[in-house]
T-cell receptor, first 112, second 113 residues
Framework: DAKTTQPPSMDCAEGRAANLPCNHS???????VYWYRQIHSQGPQYIIH???NNETNEMASLIITEDRKSSTLILPHATLRDTAVYYC?????????????FGTGTRLTIIP | NAGVTQTPKFRILKIGQSMTLQCTQD?????MYWYRQDPGMGLKLIYY???????DKGEVPNGYNVSRSTTEDFPLRLELAAPSQTSVYFC????????????FGDGTRLSIL
């Protein structure tokens, strides 16, 4: 699976959009981009994933660049409950490759 | 809909003791996984299962055993607890299709003293 690079920490004002970047310059054509978050010491929570098109769900939007070498997770109206560590993961979705490789992620702090 | 349920939430063991961490899911997911997370680190895959009766090793399987007799349950067994197994253990599940996301339980915090 391709390696990802994320900033170690970010702050965002409550009510504003939080934009979390992820670099995955070695991504291959069949690798998906997944985003998870971990609030305090809870289990990781799935947020969104995509292959090459932009995706949106009730939690967030995922913007993937045309060359697929980077992506941005957007939380449109951040709340204090969005304070968490956010993980960007690139993974080939195939049998025999069940591992999710969690790096150190971005610690997002929402400021009141 | 409970999702993925793990028990117990906390446990302290003495070196050499054994125990079973329980995991059950009510989403009818074929795939189930066990991860461990050491302080300040990412998750590492211990074992996974693609269906009842089928299990396979992940990155760090030594010192652990698993079984999958039903779709719902995937227990993790520690036979001879060692201090290196002090960690937070997470169970997860997903549908069989490769790109489907994994859904996690809230974890079991295990200390070996």
């Amino acid at each position: 699976d391709a390696k990802t690079t994320q900033p170690p920490s970010m702050d965002c004002a409550e009510g504003r959009a939080a934009n979390l970047p992820c670099n995955h310059s070695t991504i291959s054509g069949n690798e998906y981009v997944y985003w998870y978050r971990q609030i305090h010491s809870q289990g990781p929570q799935y947020i969104i994933h995509g292959l090459k098109n932009n995706e949106t769900n009730e939690m967030a939007s995922l913007i993937i660049t045309e060359d697929r070498k980077s992506s941005t997770l957007i939380l449109p109206h951040a709340t204090l409950r969005d304070t968490a560590v956010y993980y960007c993961i690139v993974r080939v979705a195939d049998f025999g490759n069940e591992k999710l490789t969690f790096g150190t992620g971005t610690r997002l702090t929402i400021i009141p | 809909n409970a999702g993925v349920t793990q028990t117990p939430k906390f446990r302290i063991l003495k070196i050499g003791q054994s125990m079973t961490l329980q995991c059950t899911q009510d989403m009818n997911h074929n795939y189930m996984y066990w991860y461990r997370q050491d302080p300040g680190m990412g998750l590492k895959l211990i074992y996974y299962s693609v269906g009842a009766g089928i299990t396979d090793k992940g990155e760090v399987p030594n010192g652990y055993n698993v079984s999958r007799s039903t779709t719902e349950d995937f227990p993790l067994r520690l036979e001879l607890a060692a201090p290196s197994q002090t960690s937070v253990y997470f169970c997860a599940s997903s549908y069989y299709r490769g790109n489907q996301p994994q859904h996690f339980g809230d974890g079991t915090r295990l200390s070996i003293l």
